[in-house]
């Protein structure tokens, strides 16, 4: 297996998740995701193409190769299984474990992450709620409903925060969200679309449109 830099690797998951978006990536995209020159961008841009892990036209835009899509799953999977890690076992707060596993997740060792995988007992969601590819590179979709949505008197569980901000986690961690939370729909407001909500026996709260448009829910 090639090794690659901090800086590919960098490169690489930033490509993979514009490219969920629209298809392709532009430079302009990609120089505004990781805060560098367009002229950067284009370096790097002929050094992947260069190890065939790009598909890349100057002006046209650019997507990764069947090889590029792996290499960035193996990123995406080291990532959160090390942010799982952190959360369940060392205690750390989901809204500090995204920094710390951008350092980690560059450690390839390929047998470090399967034991790690296997000491975790193999989870399928990071603590933010996206899934976690398997040794493989697969990646399990799940359904689930943007609490904004929903219509009052739903009883509903968090299952995915979509912006994972520091701003926005602390936010949902002074109000009790997390993965697993139970929510509960007490009323919807048509002035602004914020929601009043109710989890177990804590006073009612209101969350904004713009809060509830970043949580993710399964009907309980």
């Not at 076992?89 to 500090?96: A, H, M, P, V």
């Not at 968090?158 to 009323?187: A, F, P, Y």
């Not at 929601?195 to 009612?204: L, T």
């Amino acid at each position: 297996m090639l090794n690659y830099s901090v800086s590919e690797e960098n490169y690489i998951k930033a490509i993979f998740h514009l490219q969920q978006q629209d298809g392709t990536v532009t430079t302009n995209e990609l120089a505004g995701e990781l805060n560098t020159r367009p002229a950067s961008v284009t370096d790097m841009m002929k050094k992947l193409k260069a190890k065939k892990l790009v598909h890349y036209q100057p002006y046209r835009g650019f997507r990764l190769s069947a090889e590029g899509s792996k290499v960035a799953l193996g990123i995406i999977r080291r990532h959160r299984l090390w942010e799982y890690f952190l959360a369940e076992k060392l205690k750390f707060s989901w809204d500090e474990v995204h920094a710390v596993a951008e350092e980690l997740e560059h450690v390839s060792s390929k047998k470090l992450i399967e034991k790690l995988d296997e000491f975790l007992g193999y989870p399928k969601a990071d603590p933010h709620g996206d899934p976690i590819p398997d040794v493989n590179g697969k990646i399990e979709h799940y359904s689930y409903q943007c609490l904004a949505s929903l219509p009052a008197n739903k009883l509903v569980v968090v299952s995915h925060v979509s912006n994972q901000s520091n701003e926005i986690l602390d936010l949902l961690k002074h109000k009790k969200i997390s993965i697993g939370t139970k929510l509960e729909i007490k009323r919807r407001f048509d002035f602004d679309d914020s929601m009043e909500i109710k989890i177990g026996r804590q006073p009612v709260f209101t969350i904004s449109k713009q809060v509830a448009e970043n949580i993710f829910v399964k009907i309980n």
